[in-house]
């Protein structure tokens, strides 16, 4: 059974770094074509795909938000953690993690899109 | 970065409805699209990828066809566990993006 559980803080003051991180179960990131992502949702808006890691760890980010993400696993604590730089109210958001699968036993298969999904964090930016 | 819109952004519909749903990408994207239905204070739910197949456990009722940069997500016979928000995603590009989600509510 897999699953994904976002932990981190409730509340962050502006300027300061985010750090999320992504605990799931059922699969493994040493396994080929596994990958974690994080998407966000402000309150009442739409998701915002923000960084992707995969296997291999190739890491993969939002080009609007990249020089402020870091994204890493650590694998055999089966976690991924996101880190945001300077945050501002505006990236007040429920932060979620969800899985992919590119390849299934060294063959391409299935793609970038995402199967599994945490319940989600709500992260609030706030003085 | 690929843009992704959707239409409508809402609709209202009754039980038992067709409903149509249309995601037009700023670019071709080779059918790499993924639809998610989200309800409200739950994480999305995967339901087709790939453009028109369905996740394992979806109901029948939900289809995806289109090519190219237009792409749609029908729900043949709308049930009350249907009402919720539909997001596109295309993954033709490693700069991943969804749509801005339709609303679809009771009329």
């Known amino acids: 059974q897999v699953t994904l559980r976002e932990s981190g803080p409730a509340l962050v003051k502006p300027t300061q770094t985010l750090t999320l991180t992504c605990t799931f179960s059922?699969?493994?990131?040493?396994?080929?074509?596994?990958?974690v992502s994080w998407i966000r949702q402000p309150p009442g808006k739409a998701l915002e795909w923000l960084a992707l890691?995969?296997?291999?760890?190739?890491?993969y980010y939002s080009t609007s938000l990249k020089t402020r993400l870091t994204i890493s696993k650590d694998t055999s604590k089966n976690q991924v953690v996101l880190t945001m730089t300077n945050m501002d109210p505006v990236d007040t958001a429920t932060y979620y993690c969800?899985?992919?699968?590119?390849?299934?036993?060294?063959?391409?298969?299935?793609?970038?899109?995402?199967?599994?999904w945490g319940q989600g964090t709500l992260v609030t930016v706030s003085s | 970065d690929i843009q992704m819109t959707q239409s409508p952004s809402s609709l209202s519909a009754s039980v038992g409805d067709r409903v149509t749903i249309t995601c037009r990408a700023s670019?071709?994207?080779?059918?790499?699209l993924a639809w998610y239905q989200q309800k409200p204070g739950k994480a999305p739910k995967l339901l087709l990828y790939a453009a028109s197949r369905l996740e394992s456990g979806v109901p029948s009722r939900f289809s995806g066809s289109g090519s190219g940069t237009d792409y749609t997500l029908t729900i043949s016979s709308l049930q009350p566990e249907d009402f919720a928000t539909y997001y596109c995603?295309?993954?033709?590009?490693?700069?991943?993006?969804f749509g801005p989600g339709t609303k679809v509510d009771i009329k």
């Open positions: 670019q071709g994207i080779s059918n790499s």
């Open positions: 059922g699969f493994s990131l040493s396994t080929s074509g596994m990958c």
């Open positions: 969800a899985r992919a699968i590119t390849m299934v036993q060294g063959v391409p298969a299935g793609g970038y899109y995402f199967d599994y």
């Open positions: 890691i995969d296997w291999d760890d190739d890491k």
């Open positions: 995603q295309q993954y033709y590009s490693t700069l991943f993006t």
